[in-house]
């Protein structure tokens, strides 16, 4: 028999991305952080988070006007620092930009919906970590057929991008970046806290389901759970 409500759960996780507080100091309203912190891993584990990810950037692609699958692609990296319990082996330096952590290489349609995220060592190159994205790409997202990438990916990435059936490569980047610039709005990815590069992957993804679910119910501001009813109250 389950003890705590899903909906807590997510909130609980969701306060968590956007705070950026630990999970160990969770508001007590909230079901014990452990409980909460063993549903993010599970549902992670078992591809749960990222089918809700991906029924929802459906959802606000339809109510956007467009098809639910996507066409078209834009890809970039962002460097982010790592906190102190994260492992040397999988943080690296990226030389250019001076940053000891990981790299995030996503993936974005053209309203800046998240198609894919990889996350790597700081130190791998754009080209390596684009190779990634554009078969990720390929693999989950086959009615995909352009890309926009920035001068920072070579020609490695266009020449693997053009092996695909179909696939062009094209400049364009000021849509990734304004889907970069909404994750770094939530504290919890400001800088990378997760000891597992996976973790990290999941916790764009919570951050991207927040961003969704709030344009699907037009809230501008955070409710973490469900007002009890007045009567409640007055009782």
């Not at 606000?60 to 699958?69: D, E, I, S, T």
């Not at 130190?123 to 009615?143: E, F, M």
């Not at 990815?189 to 961003?211: C, F, G, K």
Request: charged content about 25%; hydrophobic content about 40%; proline content about 4%.
């Amino acid at each position: 028999m389950r003890v705590h409500d899903l909906r807590e759960i997510v909130n609980a996780i969701l306060y968590v991305c956007r705070t950026g507080i630990a999970w160990e100091y969770l508001p007590h309203d909230f079901p014990p952080c452990k409980t909460v912190y063993d549903y993010y891993a599970k549902w992670e584990a078992d591809g749960t988070t990222e089918t809700l990810h991906d029924l929802l950037r459906d959802q606000v692609r339809v109510a956007k006007g467009r098809a639910a699958a996507p066409t078209a692609a834009i890809i970039d990296s962002q460097s982010v620092k790592t906190s102190c319990n994260v492992s040397e082996s999988s943080q690296g330096i990226d030389a250019g930009k001076k940053i000891k952590g990981r790299k995030r290489h996503i993936a974005t349609d053209v309203l800046g919906l998240l198609l894919a995220v990889i996350v790597t060592a700081a130190s791998v190159q754009d080209s390596a970590g684009g190779q990634q994205v554009l078969d990720h790409l390929a693999a989950a997202h086959p009615t995909v057929s352009a890309a926009w990438v920035d001068g920072g990916y070579n020609n490695t990435v266009i020449r693997h991008g053009a092996q695909r059936e179909g696939f062009h490569v094209l400049p364009r980047r000021w849509v990734v970046e304004r889907s970069l610039g909404w994750l770094m709005q939530h504290r919890r990815l400001a800088r990378d806290y997760e000891a597992l590069p996976q973790r990290s992957r999941t916790m764009v993804h919570w951050a991207m389901t927040n961003i969704m679910s709030r344009t699907l119910t037009g809230e501008s501001t955070q409710t973490w759970r469900n007002d009890p009813p007045k009567a409640d109250i007055l009782a």
